[in-house]
């Protein structure tokens, strides 16, 4: 069984800084594309960024130059680092990757989700 797990949430004044990880265990055999998505308040899921397994990053508008992605193929764990966090980034942050278990099966798993919250 694969599960994705988040952390790193939290409150943040304006301008500051938080980094999410998302780590992937179970039987595992390997970890293709890997991204965030976030859900503001009121808001649709909206893609965040996302990353190959050769590393390869895209990022959605709002955050380019201010969120990075990374991963850590041999911990099959994911980061963002976000810096000038701003108010409108509030939102619950849940990572997704492509996994093939060691069953063979291949699909697309989700994290519980971790709440991120940029207030004064």
């Known amino acids: 069984q694969v599960q994705l797990v988040e952390s790193g949430g939290g409150l943040v004044q304006p301008g500051g800084s938080l980094r999410l990880s998302c780590a992937a265990s179970g039987s595992i055999f390997s970890v293709y594309v890997m991204g965030w998505y976030r859900q503001g308040p009121g808001k649709q899921r909206e893609l965040v960024a996302t990353i190959s397994v050769g590393g390869s990053t895209d990022y959605a508008d709002p955050v380019k130059g201010r969120f990075t992605i990374s991963r850590d193929n041999a911990r099959n764990t994911m980061y963002l680092q976000m810096d000038s966090l701003k108010p409108e980034d509030t939102a619950v942050y849940y990572c997704?990757?492509?996994?093939?278990?060691?069953?063979?099966?291949?699909?697309?798993?989700w994290g519980q989700g971790t709440q991120v919250t940029v207030s004064s």
């Open positions: 997704t990757a492509n996994i093939r278990d060691s069953y063979n099966t291949q699909a697309n798993y």
